[in-house]
Protein backbone atom coordinates (compact mmCIF):
# COMPACT_ATOMS: atom_id res chain seq x y z
CA UNK A 1 0.00 0.00 0.00
CA UNK A 2 2.89 2.00 1.05
CA UNK A 3 4.74 1.84 -2.28
CA UNK A 4 1.39 2.02 -4.50
CA UNK A 5 1.02 5.92 -2.48
CA UNK A 6 4.72 6.35 -3.17
CA UNK A 7 4.51 6.08 -6.94
CA UNK A 8 0.79 8.06 -7.31
CA UNK A 9 3.09 10.59 -5.92
CA UNK A 10 5.95 10.20 -8.49
CA UNK A 11 3.57 10.33 -11.34
CA UNK A 12 1.75 13.44 -9.74
CA UNK A 13 5.65 15.19 -9.46
CA UNK A 14 6.62 14.26 -12.76
CA UNK A 15 2.88 15.44 -14.75
CA UNK A 16 3.48 17.95 -17.99
CA UNK A 17 1.45 20.65 -17.92
CA UNK A 18 1.29 23.05 -21.15
CA UNK A 19 2.59 26.87 -20.47
CA UNK A 20 1.71 29.13 -23.22
CA UNK A 21 4.28 31.21 -24.29
CA UNK A 22 4.52 35.04 -25.32
CA UNK A 23 3.94 35.70 -29.04
CA UNK A 24 4.61 38.90 -31.25
CA UNK A 25 2.00 39.54 -33.97
CA UNK A 26 2.57 42.00 -37.16
CA UNK A 27 0.58 42.30 -40.00
CA UNK A 28 1.28 43.61 -44.04
CA UNK A 29 -0.60 46.84 -44.60
CA UNK A 30 -3.38 45.34 -45.93
CA UNK A 31 -4.00 42.88 -43.25
CA UNK A 32 -3.68 39.63 -44.90
CA UNK A 33 -0.48 38.40 -43.56
CA UNK A 34 0.31 38.20 -40.40
CA UNK A 35 3.89 37.06 -38.72
CA UNK A 36 3.64 35.21 -35.63
CA UNK A 37 6.92 34.60 -33.56
CA UNK A 38 7.68 33.51 -30.22
CA UNK A 39 10.25 35.46 -28.16
CA UNK A 40 13.16 33.35 -28.56
CA UNK A 41 12.43 33.07 -32.23
CA UNK A 42 12.20 36.95 -32.90
CA UNK A 43 16.38 37.09 -33.90
CA UNK A 44 16.61 33.53 -35.33
CA UNK A 45 15.09 34.35 -38.89
CA UNK A 46 17.47 32.55 -40.85
CA UNK A 47 17.62 32.01 -44.75
CA UNK A 48 15.25 29.28 -44.81
CA UNK A 49 12.72 30.31 -42.46
CA UNK A 50 12.67 33.65 -44.69
CA UNK A 51 12.19 31.46 -47.92
CA UNK A 52 9.37 29.76 -46.03
CA UNK A 53 7.56 32.94 -45.30
CA UNK A 54 8.36 34.06 -48.99
CA UNK A 55 6.51 31.21 -50.63
CA UNK A 56 3.43 33.16 -48.81
CA UNK A 57 4.19 36.82 -51.01
CA UNK A 58 4.88 34.99 -53.67
CA UNK A 59 1.47 33.36 -53.71
CA UNK A 60 -0.63 36.26 -52.44
CA UNK A 61 0.94 38.61 -55.06
CA UNK A 62 -0.16 36.02 -57.87
CA UNK A 63 -3.35 34.98 -56.68
CA UNK A 64 -4.50 38.89 -56.02
CA UNK A 65 -3.10 39.70 -59.42
CA UNK A 66 -4.69 36.84 -61.28
CA UNK A 67 -8.19 37.88 -59.61
CA UNK A 68 -7.78 41.14 -60.19
CA UNK A 69 -7.44 40.39 -64.23
CA UNK A 70 -9.78 37.73 -64.40
CA UNK A 71 -13.65 39.00 -65.19
CA UNK A 72 -16.50 37.40 -62.72
CA UNK A 73 -18.94 35.72 -65.32
CA UNK A 74 -21.65 37.24 -62.53
CA UNK A 75 -20.85 40.89 -62.04
CA UNK A 76 -19.12 41.25 -64.98
CA UNK A 77 -16.25 43.17 -63.13
CA UNK A 78 -12.88 41.59 -62.09
CA UNK A 79 -12.57 39.54 -59.29
CA UNK A 80 -11.03 40.19 -56.27
CA UNK A 81 -9.43 39.06 -53.06
CA UNK A 82 -12.79 39.79 -51.54
CA UNK A 83 -14.81 37.47 -53.33
CA UNK A 84 -15.40 34.46 -50.68
CA UNK A 85 -15.90 31.69 -53.46
CA UNK A 86 -13.15 32.74 -55.91
CA UNK A 87 -10.14 32.69 -53.12
CA UNK A 88 -12.29 29.42 -51.93
CA UNK A 89 -11.46 28.16 -55.61
CA UNK A 90 -7.97 29.19 -55.87
CA UNK A 91 -7.55 27.66 -52.78
CA UNK A 92 -8.76 24.25 -53.21
CA UNK A 93 -7.37 24.32 -56.85
CA UNK A 94 -3.96 25.12 -56.84
CA UNK A 95 -2.68 22.17 -54.70
CA UNK A 96 -1.24 23.76 -51.89
CA UNK A 97 -3.60 24.17 -48.82
CA UNK A 98 -4.90 21.16 -46.82
CA UNK A 99 -8.16 22.05 -45.74
CA UNK A 100 -8.19 21.22 -41.88
CA UNK A 101 -11.05 22.44 -40.42
CA UNK A 102 -14.83 24.12 -40.87
CA UNK A 103 -15.82 26.58 -38.19
CA UNK A 104 -19.54 27.74 -38.07
CA UNK A 105 -20.79 30.57 -35.83
CA UNK A 106 -21.41 33.97 -34.47
CA UNK A 107 -19.80 37.07 -34.20
CA UNK A 108 -21.14 38.66 -31.30
CA UNK A 109 -19.87 42.81 -30.67
CA UNK A 110 -21.60 45.59 -29.01
CA UNK A 111 -18.95 48.48 -30.91
CA UNK A 112 -18.91 49.80 -33.83
CA UNK A 113 -16.06 50.71 -36.26
CA UNK A 114 -12.64 50.31 -35.93
CA UNK A 115 -13.06 48.76 -32.27
CA UNK A 116 -15.76 46.04 -34.27
CA UNK A 117 -13.49 44.88 -36.59
CA UNK A 118 -10.72 44.64 -33.96
CA UNK A 119 -12.97 42.41 -32.65
CA UNK A 120 -13.83 40.61 -35.52
CA UNK A 121 -10.09 39.88 -36.79
CA UNK A 122 -9.37 38.52 -33.20
CA UNK A 123 -12.71 36.14 -33.54
CA UNK A 124 -11.33 34.81 -36.47
CA UNK A 125 -7.85 34.47 -35.91
CA UNK A 126 -8.74 33.37 -32.26
CA UNK A 127 -6.03 36.03 -30.91
CA UNK A 128 -6.01 38.78 -28.54
CA UNK A 129 -3.67 41.98 -29.75
CA UNK A 130 -4.85 43.80 -26.24
CA UNK A 131 -4.91 47.10 -26.92
CA UNK A 132 -3.44 47.25 -30.35
CA UNK A 133 -5.14 49.01 -32.83
CA UNK A 134 -6.24 47.33 -36.45
CA UNK A 135 -6.15 49.98 -38.75
CA UNK A 136 -6.75 47.72 -41.83
CA UNK A 137 -10.03 47.07 -40.39
CA UNK A 138 -11.43 50.03 -42.51
CA UNK A 139 -10.11 48.72 -45.73
CA UNK A 140 -10.80 44.98 -45.04
CA UNK A 141 -14.78 46.04 -44.58
CA UNK A 142 -14.91 48.79 -47.22
CA UNK A 143 -13.42 45.52 -49.67
CA UNK A 144 -16.20 43.41 -48.72
CA UNK A 145 -18.85 46.13 -48.59
CA UNK A 146 -17.79 47.00 -52.40
CA UNK A 147 -17.90 43.07 -53.47
CA UNK A 148 -21.74 42.86 -51.75
CA UNK A 149 -22.33 45.81 -53.77
CA UNK A 150 -21.12 44.32 -56.99
CA UNK A 151 -23.55 41.61 -56.05
CA UNK A 152 -26.66 43.56 -55.83
CA UNK A 153 -25.76 45.78 -58.58
CA UNK A 154 -25.50 42.80 -60.75
CA UNK A 155 -28.20 41.19 -59.83
CA UNK A 156 -26.84 38.39 -58.83
CA UNK A 157 -29.83 36.53 -56.81
CA UNK A 158 -30.06 33.91 -58.78
CA UNK A 159 -26.28 32.97 -58.01
CA UNK A 160 -25.86 34.45 -54.79
CA UNK A 161 -22.85 32.60 -53.22
CA UNK A 162 -20.65 32.97 -56.45
CA UNK A 163 -20.26 36.81 -55.00
CA UNK A 164 -20.44 36.38 -51.49
CA UNK A 165 -18.04 38.72 -49.91
CA UNK A 166 -15.23 37.17 -47.58
CA UNK A 167 -11.65 37.89 -46.22
CA UNK A 168 -8.39 35.95 -46.40
CA UNK A 169 -5.84 35.73 -43.89
CA UNK A 170 -2.38 34.01 -44.19
CA UNK A 171 -0.68 33.20 -40.69
CA UNK A 172 2.81 32.46 -41.04
CA UNK A 173 3.96 31.53 -37.55
CA UNK A 174 7.38 30.57 -36.12
CA UNK A 175 7.92 28.74 -33.19
CA UNK A 176 10.86 27.70 -31.33
CA UNK A 177 12.11 28.06 -34.62
CA UNK A 178 9.94 26.02 -36.32
CA UNK A 179 7.94 27.73 -39.53
CA UNK A 180 4.14 26.57 -40.48
CA UNK A 181 1.55 28.80 -42.39
CA UNK A 182 -1.87 28.39 -42.19
CA UNK A 183 -5.08 30.09 -44.12
CA UNK A 184 -8.01 31.03 -43.07
CA UNK A 185 -10.60 32.02 -45.40
CA UNK A 186 -13.52 33.50 -43.82
CA UNK A 187 -17.39 34.67 -44.98
CA UNK A 188 -19.69 36.43 -43.30
CA UNK A 189 -23.54 36.53 -43.52
CA UNK A 190 -23.87 40.73 -43.51
CA UNK A 191 -27.79 40.52 -43.05
CA UNK A 192 -27.65 37.20 -40.84
CA UNK A 193 -28.11 40.43 -37.32
CA UNK A 194 -29.79 38.83 -34.81
CA UNK A 195 -33.04 40.94 -33.39
CA UNK A 196 -32.21 41.48 -29.87
CA UNK A 197 -34.46 43.83 -27.83
CA UNK A 198 -33.73 45.53 -24.99
CA UNK A 199 -34.45 49.41 -23.71
CA UNK A 200 -33.44 51.35 -27.16
CA UNK A 201 -35.47 48.45 -29.53
CA UNK A 202 -33.89 46.67 -32.21
CA UNK A 203 -30.99 46.89 -34.76
CA UNK A 204 -30.80 45.34 -38.04
CA UNK A 205 -27.35 46.76 -39.79
CA UNK A 206 -25.36 45.51 -42.22
CA UNK A 207 -22.10 44.39 -40.44
CA UNK A 208 -19.93 45.78 -43.34
CA UNK A 209 -21.95 49.48 -43.53
CA UNK A 210 -21.28 48.92 -38.90
CA UNK A 211 -17.95 48.44 -39.49
CA UNK A 212 -17.03 51.21 -41.67
CA UNK A 213 -18.64 53.86 -38.97
CA UNK A 214 -16.82 56.09 -36.95
CA UNK A 215 -16.53 55.13 -33.52
CA UNK A 216 -16.43 58.53 -31.84
CA UNK A 217 -19.37 59.65 -33.73
CA UNK A 218 -21.83 56.53 -32.58
CA UNK A 219 -22.83 55.10 -29.68
CA UNK A 220 -23.55 51.61 -29.20
CA UNK A 221 -26.36 52.27 -26.94
CA UNK A 222 -26.01 48.82 -24.69
CA UNK A 223 -26.27 46.71 -28.37
CA UNK A 224 -25.21 43.47 -28.97
CA UNK A 225 -24.88 42.89 -32.53
CA UNK A 226 -24.73 39.18 -33.75
CA UNK A 227 -23.99 37.96 -37.38
CA UNK A 228 -23.42 34.23 -38.75
CA UNK A 229 -19.75 33.49 -39.78
CA UNK A 230 -18.07 30.22 -41.54
CA UNK A 231 -14.15 30.09 -41.40
CA UNK A 232 -11.99 27.76 -43.31
CA UNK A 233 -8.39 26.34 -42.58
CA UNK A 234 -6.26 25.29 -44.67
CA UNK A 235 -2.57 24.02 -43.84
CA UNK A 236 0.06 25.48 -47.19
CA UNK A 237 2.38 23.56 -48.29
CA UNK A 238 4.13 25.05 -50.98
CA UNK A 239 5.52 23.19 -53.91
CA UNK A 240 8.99 22.77 -55.49
CA UNK A 241 8.48 25.01 -57.77
CA UNK A 242 8.89 27.73 -55.34
CA UNK A 243 12.15 26.60 -54.69
CA UNK A 244 14.82 29.25 -54.84
CA UNK A 245 13.31 31.07 -57.53
CA UNK A 246 11.44 33.63 -55.22
CA UNK A 247 13.60 36.42 -57.26
CA UNK A 248 12.25 35.35 -60.70
CA UNK A 249 8.76 34.72 -59.02
CA UNK A 250 8.79 38.12 -57.33
CA UNK A 251 9.54 40.22 -60.14
CA UNK A 252 6.07 40.38 -61.75
CA UNK A 253 7.38 41.13 -65.56
CA UNK A 254 9.07 37.42 -65.50
CA UNK A 255 7.81 34.80 -67.86
CA UNK A 256 7.78 32.71 -64.59
CA UNK A 257 5.25 34.73 -62.53
CA UNK A 258 3.34 35.77 -65.84
CA UNK A 259 2.68 32.07 -66.49
CA UNK A 260 1.89 30.99 -63.08
CA UNK A 261 -0.51 34.02 -62.44
CA UNK A 262 -2.55 32.69 -65.68
CA UNK A 263 -2.50 28.94 -64.77
CA UNK A 264 -4.63 30.59 -61.12
CA UNK A 265 -6.58 32.57 -63.82
CA UNK A 266 -7.43 29.94 -66.46
CA UNK A 267 -8.94 27.86 -63.25
CA UNK A 268 -11.30 30.73 -62.22
CA UNK A 269 -12.72 30.54 -65.79
CA UNK A 270 -12.96 27.12 -66.08
CA UNK A 271 -14.52 26.68 -62.73
CA UNK A 272 -16.71 29.42 -63.28
CA UNK A 273 -18.11 27.43 -65.81
CA UNK A 274 -18.57 24.53 -64.33
CA UNK A 275 -20.68 26.22 -61.38
CA UNK A 276 -24.41 25.65 -60.59
CA UNK A 277 -26.58 27.23 -58.26
CA UNK A 278 -25.70 24.78 -55.76
CA UNK A 279 -22.04 25.79 -55.21
CA UNK A 280 -20.91 24.02 -52.12
CA UNK A 281 -20.12 26.34 -49.28
Not at 48 to 70: E, G, H, I, N, Q
Not at 124 to 149: E, I, P
Not at 153 to 178: H, Q, T, W, Y
Amino acid sequence: MLSRFCRSKKVEKNKSTYTPMTKHYVFNETGNIMLCATTDSIADFDKDVKDAFMDVSVFFAAMAKALSTTTNPITQKPYSTYNYQAVKDVLTQSGMFIEMNVEEGLFRSHDVGASMGKELVQTVLNRDFSDTNLAFSHSMFNGMAYQQKLATDSGASNKPKLCRSGNIFFVCEMLMGLPQTTAILVNLEPQSVDKQTNQQGQSEQDIFSVGLWDDSQHQSEGLTRSWKYKKRTYLFVPPKLFNNNFDAFMDHASPEFMDFTRSISDRLNRLAEQHSDNVPE
